[in-house]
Nanobody, 125 residues
Framework: VQLVESGGGLVQAGGSLKLSCAAS????????MAWFRQAPGKEREFVAA????????YYADSVKGRFTGSRDNAKNTLYLQMNSLKPEDTAVYYC???????????????????WGQGTPVTVSS
C-alpha cells in the first residue's frame, strides 16, 4: 500500500489549503483513515479522522470548525480542507490508514500502519 499526500504549500494566515491523500496498491475503502501533523521539535499529533464509511469525522480541538476531513472511496482518496489557517498550523501533514478493516476511528498513531511521506504546510503571519 502506498499513500501519497499532495496540496501542501505556503499560505498566509487566514488562508486555505486542501490536502489530498491518494492510496494505491490496494483499496482502503474498508479502513478508517486519518491526518496527523508534526511541527519541528514536536511530537506527531492527531488532526482529523474519517470513518471507513465516510459518515463520521473526528477532529482535534485545535482544528474544530476550521478543518474538514472527507474521503472519496470511488477514488481511494482522503482529503483535508483547511480554512482560517493559523501560523501554529505550520507542520508536515501525514495521512494514515488503519491496519485492520471496519475498525473504529483512532485518534492516536496506534493502529495506523500505512503512512504517507508527508506534505509540508507553512502558514505565515
Amino acid at each position: 500500500v502506498q499513500l501519497v499526500e499532495s496540496g501542501g504549500g505556503l499560505v498566509q494566515a487566514g488562508g486555505s489549503l486542501k490536502l489530498s491523500c491518494a492510496a494505491s496498491g490496494r483499496t482502503l475503502t474498508d479502513r478508517a483513515m486519518a491526518w496527523f501533523r508534526q511541527a519541528p521539535g514536536k511530537e506527531r499529533e492527531f488532526v482529523a479522522a474519517v470513518s471507513w464509511t465516510g459518515n463520521n469525522t473526528y477532529y482535534a480541538d485545535s482544528v474544530k470548525g476550521r478543518f474538514t476531513g472527507s474521503r472519496d472511496n470511488a477514488k481511494n482518496t482522503l482529503y483535508l480542507q483547511m480554512n482560517s489557517l493559523k501560523p501554529e498550523d505550520t507542520a508536515v501533514y501525514y495521512c494514515a490508514a488503519h491496519g485492520r478493516p471496519y475498525q473504529v476511528v483512532l485518534t492516536t498513531t496506534n493502529g495506523y500502519v500505512y503512512w504517507g511521506q508527508g506534505t509540508p504546510v507553512t502558514v505565515s503571519s
